[in-house]
């Protein structure tokens, strides 16, 4: 009789910690995914006394569109029509553009007329033309003593014949 009383005791006592590991176990599931549904404090923007500048207004400078002939390819003389406006860094840089308009306006007939057609009707054209422009403009810009920020180079219109 002393056996089996040992024997029960046992055994409530391996029920018990059994109850007791499975307990934590789901606790500490749970706790983890509670974890992962709320954000951490390293997520959550810092908010600090100083305050924080809404960007500047974008500055643009829009251009007449230009008709030029593009270089000779094998589908003969073509032509491109492409209306273009520069985003530039500030006011100050579109003042300056303004009055060096002549000397943009040659600088793009230069650039543009040197292209062939095959090259401009990709998207990949399209984005090389705009870089090569911004860097053009820029250098030529410079070589008058104006150095101009020109951001991006957008088209506004942009038709191939």
């Given at each position: ?7 029960i ?12 590991s499975?307990?934590i176990?789901?606790?500490l599931l ?7 549904t709320?954000p ?75 292209h062939?057609?095959g ?6 054209g ?5 870089d090569?422009?911004a ?9 008058n ?17």
């Amino acid at each position: 009789m002393a056996k089996s009383r040992w024997l029960i005791r046992g055994l409530i006592l391996i029920v018990v910690l059994a109850l007791a590991s499975t307990a934590i176990a789901v606790y500490l599931l749970l706790q983890e995914r509670a974890d992962a549904t709320q954000p951490h404090a390293s997520d959550s923007p810092v908010i600090t006394d100083k305050a924080i500048a809404p960007p500047a207004d974008p500055v643009y400078l829009s251009l007449q569109p230009i008709t030029v002939n593009l270089a000779d390819d094998a589908d003969g003389p073509r032509m491109l029509y492409a209306g273009i406006t520069l985003e530039l860094a500030s006011e100050a840089d579109r003042e300056a553009l303004q009055q060096q308009l002549p000397q943009v306006q040659d600088c793009l007939l230069k650039l543009l007329s040197g292209h062939k057609a095959g090259d401009l009707v990709t998207p990949q054209g399209k984005q090389q033309l705009a870089d090569d422009i911004a860097k053009r403009l820029c250098s030529d810009l410079a070589e008058n003593s104006y150095e101009a920020k020109i951001i991006k180079v957008l088209f506004t219109q942009f038709i191939v014949q």
